[in-house]
């Protein structure tokens, strides 16, 4: 088993990916951040994107839709801090460093929190989705999309043996869909409203939750 993720460490390699991510994972999570984005700009509002890398989802969502984004990588931030006055982005409201589990903003603030490829990465992932519901509004969504560690075969054999490098990384490759389910059922104010298989081959989930 490989030894579980920390946040400085998490911190440290998103410093290194910042220069060359567009590049690498622009185009190949494009499909995850669309699927999100569509489902809450249907709510619209004001809207949380936790783990907002270099910015490259906030010009797809609506310009009447407000945004704060937020990441513990203070060189993927800059990167989107420059693509805003870039694209000249006047619905971004925030843009700062923040830990996904310690978000410094009050209670039932967001009518949406989208975490796009993120929540596998995060050290405490149950206590960091907790906070994601503290911040929204009651009836309000939070939408993830993410890869799903295989649950057997060799997808799986392969993912366990991944996972010592892919934590330097900045993920978890192997991380089982039971914590996401698991958290939602024993959170009383929280209902797991669909889970969507995503291209590659399933392999990826888009996951929605409904605040109570
Ligand atoms: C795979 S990238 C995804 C970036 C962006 N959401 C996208 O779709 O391209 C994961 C992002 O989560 C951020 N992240 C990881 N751990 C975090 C934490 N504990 N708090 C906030 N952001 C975190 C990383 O710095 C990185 O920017």
Same mark, same amino acid.
């Given at each position: ?91 971004? &409201?925030?843009?700062? /460093? ?7 903003? !009050?209670?039932? @603030? +967001?009518?949406?929190?989208? $975490? ?24 309000? &969504?939070?939408?993830? /999309? ?7 075969? !060799?997808?799986? @054999? +392969?993912?366990?043996?991944? $996972? ?49």
């Amino acid at each position: 088993m490989a030894a579980d993720i920390d946040r400085a460490g998490v911190a440290k390699a998103y410093g290194r990916w910042a220069p060359v991510y567009d590049l690498v994972f622009g185009k190949v999570f494009d499909h995850g951040r669309q699927s999100t984005i569509a489902e809450a700009d249907k709510i619209g509002g004001r809207i949380l994107d936790v783990g907002v890398g270099t910015g490259l989802s906030l010009s797809e969502y609506s310009p009447t839709t407000k945004l704060c984004g937020v990441d513990i990588s203070e060189p993927m931030l800059r990167k989107a801090q420059q693509r805003v006055r870039a694209l000249g982005l006047k619905n971004v &409201e925030t843009l700062a /460093v923040m830990d996904a589990k310690n978000l410094a903003f !009050p209670d039932s @603030l +967001f009518d949406a929190v989208v $975490a796009q490829y993120v929540i596998t990465a995060v050290p405490d992932p149950e206590a960091t989705l907790d906070d994601f519901i503290r911040v929204l509004k009651p009836g309000g &969504e939070l939408i993830l /999309v993410n890869h799903i560690g295989a649950e057997s075969g !060799p997808r799986r @054999l +392969f993912e366990l043996a991944f $996972a010592p490098l892919a934590r330097r990384l900045g993920w978890r490759p192997e991380f089982p869909w039971a914590r996401l389910a698991n958290w939602a059922a024993k959170h009383s104010g929280v209902t797991l409203t669909e889970r969507r298989p995503m291209p590659p081959m399933g392999h990826f989930s888009l996951i929605r939750y409904r605040k109570s």
